[in-house]
């Protein structure tokens, strides 16, 4: 109670979060799904149970960080219409974060296998800080998005974005597809 009555108290200031950020690691996804890739050892795979989610759709979920990447495959079925459709709701899908966003980036990844993935790299406060989708044009599309399921401002995020992007980039790096759909 006497704690209360002192005439010196002066406020502290703003803080940040600590963030201890792990080494990274891999393992090697379970072979049920038309695709494989190596996705972090920190984080857990489960599958979508959205409304609207398809058979292969994926969440990796980082329970430390509390954030999801996104993913969403489709077949393609030699269908270049089809292609089309599914390159313009991707498209559509990033551009809808620009109302938040200070800047989308987008550039082409050549995976080590000779892979072209597209990346989205958007900044501002933004739902999705980083997105991709890469396809063989023919019978494989996968489309991936990351979301954090908290408050927390972005700025303070950039150090868990930037190892999750890690992760990301890996995946993609060891993405094989397997058969035809």
């Excluded at 329970?63 to 089309?84: C, G, H, I, M, W």
Aim: with cysteine; hydrophobic share 35%; glycine share 4%.
């Amino acid at each position: 109670m006497l704690a209360c009555t002192s005439s010196d108290y002066v406020p502290k200031p703003e803080g940040y979060n600590r963030i201890d950020l792990p080494e990274h690691s891999y393992l090697n996804l379970p072979d049920t799904l038309p695709y494989d890739f190596e996705y972090s050892s920190h984080a857990t795979i489960r599958p979508d149970t959205s409304v609207n989610a398809d058979r292969y759709w994926l969440n990796i979920h980082y329970p430390k960080f509390v954030a999801d990447v996104q993913l969403t495959y489709k077949p393609v079925n030699q269908s270049e219409q089809r292609l089309e459709t599914l390159l313009e709701d991707s498209y559509q899908l990033t551009a809808n974060h620009q109302i938040r966003a200070s800047s989308i980036n987008e550039s082409v990844l050549g995976t080590l296998s000779g892979k072209k993935a597209l990346i989205a790299e958007l900044s501002g406060e933004v739902p999705s800080q980083f997105q991709f989708y890469i396809t063989d044009s023919t019978n494989h599309f996968l489309r991936g998005a990351l979301y954090f399921r908290t408050a927390t401002q972005n700025d303070s995020l950039a150090p868990v974005i930037e190892f999750i992007k890690i992760d990301m980039v890996h995946l993609l790096n060891t993405l094989e597809w397997r058969g035809t759909m």
